[in-house]
Nanobody
Framework: QVQLVESGGGLVQTGGSLRLSCVAS?????????MGWFRQAPGKEREFVAA????????SHANSVKDRFTISRDNARNTVYLQMNSLKPEDTAVYYC????????????????WGQGTQVTVSS
């Protein structure tokens, strides 16, 4: 089994920055796997934010966060990060880390493992 543990959420003002971290542990992934970030605001569906291929570092970001958020990884630490800049109130949500065997995709249902989530609140 794979365990994912997120950290780094909190309360920040509009225009501020936060960096989320997600550490993966447990069963070893296959050679090709991907990790991603999703978010869920109250009353809304969980939506894709960003994902990264562990092997080659290829990334994908949702249009709503492009040029503001950046996903990255540290292979040695089995950690994926989400750097969030120029935060807006509409970014307020619980952010979830996810992982899957295979190349990165954006579909929530294609990810097999999930963290417990970390709250990000952006005040206006």
């Amino acid at each position: 089994q794979v365990q994912l543990v997120e950290s780094g959420g909190g309360l920040v003002q509009t225009g501020g920055s936060l960096r989320l971290s997600c550490v993966a542990s447990g069963r070893t992934f296959s050679s090709y796997y991907a990790m991603g970030w999703f978010r869920q605001a109250p009353g809304k569906e969980r939506e894709f934010v960003a994902a990264i291929n562990w092997s080659d570092g290829g990334t994908s970001h949702a249009n709503s966060v492009k040029d503001r958020f950046t996903i990255s990884r540290d292979n040695a630490r089995n950690t994926v990060y989400l750097q969030m800049n120029s935060l807006k109130p509409e970014d307020t949500a619980v952010y979830y880390c996810a992982a899957r065997n295979g190349w990165l995709v954006t579909a929530r249902t294609s990810f097999d493992y999930w963290g417990q989530g970390t709250q990000v609140t952006v005040s206006s």
